[in-house]
């Protein structure tokens, strides 16, 4: 199991929290550190099963300044998030090729 986790978000957390609790132990990718490319964002939407446009963050000072109404391509999107990783929703689990968004943390339990 993986978690595209920031330390600083109270719900990534809770998600790690989750994961813990079961007696897993996660690997732990620092996304803001070590930065998906395009192609493993890629490959995390089609495990999440969603387009790229929502995965963004649209609370983020970045996506109000450079990209609030703006229609952006599915590579656009990719490449923003590339760009911007804090565009990035968070925390996104991993596990068994399916991958759930940890919003609300209990959505991790699918995984389990």
Known sequence: MTIYHNPRCR???ETLA???AQGIEPEIVLYLKDQPDAAELKGLLK???MPASQLVRRT???YKERY???DLSE???VE???EHPKLIERPIVVAAGR???GRPPENVKELF
């Open 80 to 82: 923003a998030m590339v």
């Open 68 to 70: 609030k109404g703006k």
């Open 60 to 62: 983020e000072a970045i």
């Open 47 to 49: 495990k999440l099963g």
């Open 75 to 77: 590579e656009e999107w």
């Open 11 to 13: 719900k990534s957390r």
């Open 18 to 20: 989750l994961i813990e």
């Open 99 to 101: 991958a759930v968004l």
